[in-house]
């Protein structure tokens, strides 16, 4: 039986029987499904999901690079018509409203397939994104993809200009001081920029009608007379960048984007494509385009390869994935089998350790330039990254690992030795870790225009500290170690006045809450604490009738929300957990919760979702990790029945 963890208020009043003669028998099921889906090499790949912008910029690639497949297209076209609100629009989460930049982009989708104004699909998608704002209102990257084919000059276009790759790392705004994932979207872009590529579109395709009356000028300006602030100054030096563009010396352009094009391939050398994201694998395939890198290249070929495994193609219609996620899945279903009760030793945890051993990346990426004295080391949550360990992955993965028991146990403890040691290095100067850097955290930067896609930095969370904590937790770890100490102190500073917390990487409050609590318990705060409790009463707060929990991403924008929405598997799991970790197990409102769960349970031992619980940007894009239904309530199943002992 699990350990019980320290300080858990723990009652043995029994639950309804029925309700505890069911547990075991859900969890077999759970475990079931988990071994008969687990790949031969031991790892697990579920679909990540994410919304419809993803295929139409598919559709926008294929016309760029004159490889439109008749056959894709058309299924492409399908699932564009097929997830089409009512309304016109295209949303950015299920059950989301229509969306001014998704919509815009379906549209544009629509006309380069061949669409015209006078069918329904594209003359009400035209209505929407009107309602909506219309091109004045849409995003950089938004126009940077419309100024492709001459329907957004590039004039008016933010400013990317390749001498970004001067910057020295010393210098107060460099490209390693944005975000990991902004910044292998951002290089390819500006490759892009200095190139003003301009493909000319099929002839149907016009766009002038997206404008309002009142705003037919491409691109609001700034007002330079306005009172100085950070953002005019950001918009002024964009003015000028714009102005400047043809005063760029030509040695300076020519080494500027060899450096870029260098930094670009020696990234995508490593398989997976930039990044191993769709974005930046798409931008670096319309930037090999522009520096004249031939189809027929190996390393065009290559990049478009990689970028082509992401789509999922059905029967009639198809999709892409935004990325793989099997070092991240793979941690999870190992975490939440052992937490079920299965044995360390059982072939299929002994099967995914190993895989996940030989996923560890042994090379300094990106993260070193501003943790130069960081040991290799870490895991990615893609197959191929090893420019982007991050830490989240890397507390999940040794979690998964410190609960295995392999024959040869010597590879997994010096695994799970650099792991450590990589983490801890990884911690920034305010207590708590963020995901792939140490101190993103310039906030004046986000004032970039640019930066409207609200990522461009990756400062410590709330959540990813806490999961750390609980990773160090298990490992035996407590508050005498200082990193564990400044670590707790920033999670206590985090918590909102209604005694929840912020979840950067799920949604929302919920997810941020859960592994608060869960983080904190584990490293040894008592359950009494009266932080801990404070969260525990916020889950008690928000329970649904029906017993579950649940959140919707509109929470990103408006935080009076929170805690509100339909009930959902992964979300009721993560209320589950917070609770009985915060110490409270018998009482109705965790019966309830388990009774939701095994009442929604299917027989082959899954759960349905539709939902999206994962959180990419908040505000921009979001997730449907497929088995979060899956693995989170089989974690709090076996969490129910570990403590009740039964």
């Given at each position: 039986?699990?350990?019980?963890?320290?300080?858990?208020?723990?009652?043995?009043?029994?639950?309804?029987?029925?309700?505890?003669?069911?547990?075991?028998?859900?969890?077999?099921?759970?475990?079931?499904?988990?071994?008969?889906?687990q790949?031969?090499?031991?790892?697990?790949?579920?679909?990540?999901?994410?919304?419809?912008?993803?295929?139409?910029?598919?559709?926008?690639?294929?016309?760029?690079?004159?490889?439109?497949?008749?056959?894709?297209?058309?299924?492409a076209?399908r699932?564009?018509?097929?997830?089409?609100?009512?309304?016109?629009?295209w949303?950015?989460?299920?059950?989301?409203?229509?969306?001014?930049?998704?919509?815009?982009?379906?549209?544009?989708?629509?006309?380069?397939?061949?669409?015209?104004?006078?069918?329904?699909?594209?003359?009400?998608?035209?209505?929407?994104?009107?309602?909506?704002?219309?091109?004045?209102?849409?995003?950089?990257y938004t126009?940077?993809?419309?100024?492709?084919?001459?329907?957004?000059?590039?004039?008016?276009?933010?400013?990317?200009?390749?001498?970004?790759?001067?910057?020295?790392?010393?210098?107060?705004?460099?490209?390693?001081?944005?975000?990991?994932?902004?910044?292998?979207?951002?290089v390819p872009?500006?490759?892009?920029?200095?190139?003003?590529?301009?493909?000319?579109?099929?002839?149907?395709?016009?766009?002038?009608c997206?404008?309002?009356?009142?705003?037919?000028r491409?691109?609001?300006?700034?007002?330079?007379?306005?009172?100085?602030?950070?953002?005019?100054?950001?918009?002024?030096?964009d003015?000028?960048?714009?102005?400047?563009?043809?005063?760029?010396?030509?040695?300076?352009?020519?080494?500027?984007?060899?450096?870029?094009?260098?930094?670009?391939?020696?990234?995508?050398?490593?398989?997976?494509?930039?990044?191993?994201?769709?974005?930046?694998?798409?931008?670096?395939?319309?930037?090999?385009?522009?520096?004249?890198?031939?189809?027929?290249?190996?390393?065009?070929?290559?990049?478009?390869?990689?970028?082509?495994?992401?789509?999922?193609?059905?029967?009639?219609?198809?999709?892409?994935?935004?990325?793989?996620?099997?070092?991240?899945?793979?941690?999870?279903?190992?975490?939440?089998?052992?937490?079920?009760?299965?044995?360390?030793?059982?072939?299929?945890?002994?099967?995914?350790?190993?895989?996940?051993?030989?996923?560890?990346?042994?090379?300094?990426?990106?993260?070193?330039?501003?943790?130069?004295?960081?040991?290799?080391?870490?895991?990615?949550?893609?197959?191929?990254?090893?420019?982007?360990?991050?830490?989240?992955?890397?507390?999940?993965?040794?979690?998964?690992?410190?609960?295995?028991?392999?024959d040869?146990?010597?590879?997994?403890?010096?695994?799970?030795?650099r792991?450590?040691?990589?983490?801890?290095?990884?911690?920034?100067?305010?207590?708590?870790?963020?995901?792939?850097?140490?101190?993103?955290?310039?906030?004046v930067?986000?004032?970039?225009?640019?930066?409207?896609?609200?990522?461009?930095?990756?400062?410590?969370?709330?959540?990813?500290?806490?999961?750390?904590?609980?990773?160090?937790?298990?490992?035996?770890?407590?508050?005498?170690?200082?990193?564990?100490?400044?670590a707790?102190e920033?999670?206590?500073?985090?918590?909102?006045?209604?005694?929840?917390?912020?979840?950067?990487?799920?949604?929302?409050?919920?997810?941020g809450?859960?592994?608060?609590?869960?983080?904190?318990?584990?490293?040894?705060?008592?359950?009494?604490?009266?932080?801990i409790?404070?969260?525990?009463?916020?889950?008690?707060?928000?329970?649904?009738?029906?017993?579950?929990?649940?959140?919707?991403?509109?929470?990103?924008?408006?935080?009076?929300?929170?805690?509100?929405?339909?009930?959902?598997?992964?979300?009721?799991?993560?209320a589950?957990?917070?609770?009985?970790?915060?110490?409270?197990?018998?009482?109705?409102?965790?019966?309830?919760?388990?009774?939701?769960?095994?009442?929604?349970?299917?027989?082959?031992g899954?759960w349905?979702?539709?939902?999206?619980?994962?959180?990419?940007?908040?505000?921009?894009?979001?997730?449907?990790?497929?088995?979060?239904?899956?693995?989170?309530?089989?974690?709090?199943?076996?969490?129910?029945?570990?403590?009740?002992?039964?």
């Open positions: 039986m699990e350990k019980i963890w320290p300080n858990e208020v723990i009652s043995r009043s029994p639950a309804s029987s029925g309700l505890l003669e069911k547990i075991p028998e859900g969890i077999e099921r759970s475990q079931q499904f988990f071994l008969s889906t790949k031969s090499a031991g790892y697990w790949l579920p679909y990540l999901e994410a919304d419809s912008t993803l295929v139409a910029d598919y559709i926008m690639l294929a016309h760029y690079i004159d490889e439109v497949d008749p056959i894709l297209e058309k299924k076209l699932w564009l018509l097929d997830t089409q609100l009512e309304d016109g629009g949303n950015i989460y299920y059950g989301g409203p229509s969306e001014l930049n998704a919509t815009v982009k379906c549209a544009f989708a629509l006309q380069l397939a061949g669409f015209d104004r006078t069918q329904e699909p594209l003359r009400k998608a035209e209505e929407c994104l009107l309602r909506l704002g219309g091109l004045s209102s849409v995003n950089s126009r940077f993809y419309l100024g492709l084919f001459g329907q957004y000059p590039w004039n008016r276009l933010v400013s990317m200009p390749p001498e970004l790759m001067f910057l020295p790392t010393s210098f107060y705004f460099n490209i390693y001081e944005i975000s990991s994932w902004s910044r292998a979207i951002l872009m500006c490759i892009i920029w200095a190139h003003h590529p301009q493909k000319t579109p099929p002839a149907m395709v016009d766009t002038a997206w404008w309002r009356k009142k705003d037919q491409a691109n609001g300006g700034i007002n330079l007379r306005e009172k100085f602030s950070w953002k005019t100054f950001f918009f002024t030096l003015a000028i960048l714009k102005r400047s563009h043809r005063f760029y010396a030509p040695f300076t352009r020519k080494e500027s984007l060899r450096r870029a094009e260098n930094w670009m391939l020696e990234r995508m050398s490593r398989g997976g494509g930039l990044a191993a994201i769709y974005p930046a694998m798409l931008n670096a395939i319309i930037a090999l385009d522009c520096l004249g890198c031939g189809h027929d290249h190996p390393a065009f070929k290559n990049a478009v390869d990689e970028f082509m495994k992401l789509m999922v193609e059905e029967e009639d219609r198809l999709w892409f994935q935004p990325c793989f996620s099997p070092v991240w899945d793979t941690a999870m279903v190992t975490a939440a089998l052992k937490r079920s009760g299965m044995p360390g030793n059982h072939p299929s945890i002994q099967k995914a350790a190993d895989w996940l051993i030989n996923q560890e990346i042994r090379i300094k990426g990106d993260w070193q330039i501003k943790n130069p004295y960081g040991p290799a080391g870490g895991w990615a949550f893609e197959f191929d990254n090893d420019f982007y360990a991050d830490t989240d992955d890397s507390a999940m993965v040794l979690m998964a690992l410190n609960g295995a028991r392999l040869n146990d010597e590879r997994r403890q010096s695994s799970i030795k792991g450590i040691e990589w983490l801890l290095s990884m911690q920034s100067s305010d207590g708590g870790w963020g995901a792939f850097d140490v101190d993103n955290d310039k906030e930067l986000n004032l970039i225009p640019f930066a409207d896609h609200n990522a461009l930095l990756d400062p410590s969370t709330a959540d990813v500290t806490a999961r750390i904590l609980e990773m160090f937790g298990e490992l035996g770890y407590n508050l005498s170690f200082s990193p564990v100490a400044r707790v920033f999670l206590r500073s985090q918590q909102e006045k209604d005694g929840s917390w912020y979840g950067r990487w799920g949604v929302n409050y919920i997810y809450t859960w592994q608060v609590v869960t983080g904190l318990v584990r490293i040894g705060i008592p359950a009494s604490d009266p932080c409790q404070k969260g525990v009463q916020w889950f008690l707060l928000h329970q649904n009738e029906d017993g579950g929990w649940g959140e919707t991403c509109v929470t990103y924008q408006d935080p009076d929300q929170r805690g509100n929405g339909p009930s959902t598997p992964s979300q009721t799991a993560w589950l957990l917070g609770l009985m970790n915060g110490g409270v197990v018998d009482s109705e409102a965790v019966e309830r919760g388990i009774a939701y769960l095994m009442n929604t349970q299917k027989p082959d899954t349905d979702e539709d939902e999206f619980t994962g959180t990419g940007f908040p505000k921009v894009f979001y997730l449907r990790y497929t088995w979060y239904r899956n693995y989170f309530p089989l974690m709090a199943l076996g969490r129910y029945r570990s403590i009740k002992g039964f």
